[in-house]
C-alpha cells in the first residue's frame, strides 16, 4: 500500500507542474515586466550549464589552455559570433574538440 501511495505522489508531483503551465496558458496574463524578465531565463541557465562544464574539472576551475572544453567553447563562440548560425557553431565546436582532445 505504501508503495502504491509513494508512485501516485510522484506522479502528482511530476506531472503537475508540467501540466499546469499547459492547462493555464491562455488563461493568466502575466505582467510586461514580469515577461520581459522571463525572456532571459534560457540564456542564463544555458550559460550557467556552459560555465560549468568548460571551467570546472574535479571540483576546480581549467582555464588553462590545454582544456579541450574551454578550446571548443571560445571556437564555438568566435564562430558564432562571426556566422551567427548553429549548424556552423555546434560544427566547429565539435570539430575543435575533437582536435583538441586529438592533440592536447
Do not use: K
Request: glycine share 8%.
Amino acid at each position: 500500500m505504501n508503495e502504491a501511495l509513494l508512485i501516485a505522489g510522484m506522479t502528482l508531483l511530476t506531472f503537475g507542474p508540467r501540466y499546469l503551465p499547459l492547462a493555464l496558458a491562455g488563461r493568466v496574463r502575466i505582467a510586461p515586466l514580469l515577461e520581459q524578465a522571463l525572456r532571459f531565463v534560457p540564456i542564463a541557465v544555458l550559460s550557467a550549464i556552459i560555465a560549468q562544464t568548460t571551467l570546472v574539472r574535479d571540483g576546480q576551475i581549467d582555464a588553462n589552455p590545454g582544456n579541450p572544453y574551454l578550446v571548443a567553447a571560445l571556437a564555438a563562440g568566435v564562430t558564432a559570433y562571426w556566422s551567427r548560425q548553429l549548424f556552423a557553431t555546434v560544427a566547429v565546436g565539435l570539430v575543435v574538440y575533437g582536435a583538441a582532445r586529438w592533440f592536447l
